[in-house]
């Protein structure tokens, strides 16, 4: 199956500061990404839907302001948690999907950590 | 809207035993299903996914699911559970002829006694 590298796998960062995580599509041209969250022992919620050179579909419930979500290229889409606070500690995961493909590959997960 | 239940949070298996875990979904047309397998703070490995024809799709690690459109259920089963299989497991649907975003179960939690 195709690769999809999401970094960093696990970040620590203070309240207040902004948070980028990266989601790579490493040997297929991804026209949509996806992006996930995923609490403590529940399951993974999506939170908006990114299409190369178009503005990220958020979900209802998800702040577009503080979810910055850029798609600039086929291979890259990065969401950036802006002004993070404790809340948005969690695991955020990223699906990425090809032209035409029936199915998207997830990255391994990023553990957001905010203290 | 799509939906998916997942009805068991957490089982229990003896290794060597034979697993099943269930899956109903709520869908308008002929959906996508996919199982998807997660180990503590990993990403999705992708089990096994169903899109048309035969109703019994095989995937990997010995896992198999059955699509029952007049029970709308996707159940997932192994014949003989090993240790490793340990996880949490996560049933999800998607709309047809794209597959965009998929909606998740609440996961069930498998504990594999020795």
């Known amino acids: 199956g195709a690769v999809v590298s999401q970094h960093p796998s696990r970040v620590i960062c203070k309240s207040g500061t902004s948070v980028k995580i990266e989601c790579r599509s490493l040997d297929f041209q991804a026209t949509t990404m996806f992006w996930y969250r995923q609490f403590p022992k529940q399951s993974l919620m999506l939170m908006a839907t990114?299409?190369?050179?178009?503005?990220?579909?958020?979900e209802q419930g998800v702040e577009k302001d503080k979810f910055l979500i850029n798609h600039a290229s086929l291979t890259l889409s990065t969401l950036t948690v802006t002004s993070a606070h404790p809340e948005d500690s969690s695991f955020y995961i990223c699906s990425a999907k090809g032209q035409g493909a029936t199915e998207a590959f997830f990255g391994q997960g990023t553990r957001l950590t905010v203290v | 809207a799509q939906s998916v239940t997942q009805p068991d949070i957490h089982i229990t298996v003896s290794e060597g035993a034979s697993l099943e875990l269930r899956c109903n979904y709520s869908?308008?047309?002929?959906?996508?299903l996919f199982w998807y397998v997660q180990s503590p703070g990993q990403g999705l490995q992708l089990l096994l996914k169903?899109?048309?024809?035969?109703?019994l799709v095989q995937g990997i690690k010995g896992f198999e699911a059955e699509f029952k459109r007049s029970q709308s259920s996707f159940n997932l089963r192994k014949p003989s559970v090993h240790w490793s299989d340990a996880a949490e497991y996560f049933c999800a649907v998607g709309a047809a002829g794209t597959a965009s975003k998929l909606t998740f179960g609440t996961g069930t939690r498998l504990q594999v006694t020795l």
């Open positions: 990114s299409n190369e050179g178009s503005k990220a579909t958020y």
């Open positions: 869908y308008g047309a002929t959906p996508y």
């Open positions: 169903y899109f048309s024809g035969d109703t």
